[in-house]
């Protein structure tokens, strides 16, 4: 697992790895995944100045924090 990997990182790295689709995070996370490879880098020349924004998550364990800001998504 990379030394920068955070929790959050490992339901996107899997969902990925699982054929769901491409994802984007911190090169220094999915350092093992890339010298395994599990999963490859696209080039991107140049990022976009939006991004939509989605998330993952089971609405039973929300904070009160987090579902707040679930309704702000």
Known sequence: MGKFRKPYHDPLILLVKLGYGIGYTLRETITDELKNQELFLIPVKEIPDFL?????????????VASKFIELL
């Open 52 to 64: 939509e924004i989605g998330a993952l998550y089971d609405k039973n364990y929300l904070s009160c």
